[in-house]
């Protein structure tokens, strides 16, 4: 087997339609909205001839009127807020019967606009 590289990126879009109605901590009544998300993803998968491996992506999102808990009890819209992060996989052997295999993940988040309940 030789070695094998797949390279791509992505461009999507997302509209979670979860419409809420829910108590708060109050008991009182309230409701939240639909989010959007739209995600830019690119990413690497490599296969070596020693079946060791490697996956790796970047990303952003974006999101309008992402839902999100505010405390223990209520969800609201936040209007404007980003995440961007790097994911990493690797797998490699250690003789005919031993795989050992790792990942770490970097998650950054910043909430860009929100005018609170």
């Known amino acids: 087997m030789s070695d ?7 461009i999507k879009q997302k509209i979670r339609r979860l419409l ?19 995600t830019y993803e690119l990413g690497s998968k490599s296969e070596f001839a020693n079946r060791a491996t490697l996956y790796t992506s970047v990303f952003y999102n974006d999101y309008t009127d992402y839902q999100a ?5 209520y969800i609201d819209n936040i209007d404007s807020a980003h ?7 690797a797998t490699g052997w250690l003789g005919d019967q031993t795989e050992i295999r790792g990942s770490a993940g970097l998650l950054r988040s910043k909430i860009d606009d929100y005018q609170s309940y």
């Not at 809420?20 to 998300?37: A, H, L």
């Open 4 to 10: 094998i590289q797949i390279r791509g990126g992505l």
């Open 20 to 38: 809420g109605q829910t108590w708060d901590g109050n008991r009182d009544i309230y409701t939240y909205g639909s989010e959007q998300v739209t």
């Open 69 to 73: 808990f505010i405390d223990a009890t």
């Open 83 to 89: 995440t961007y992060g790097l994911e990493a996989e």
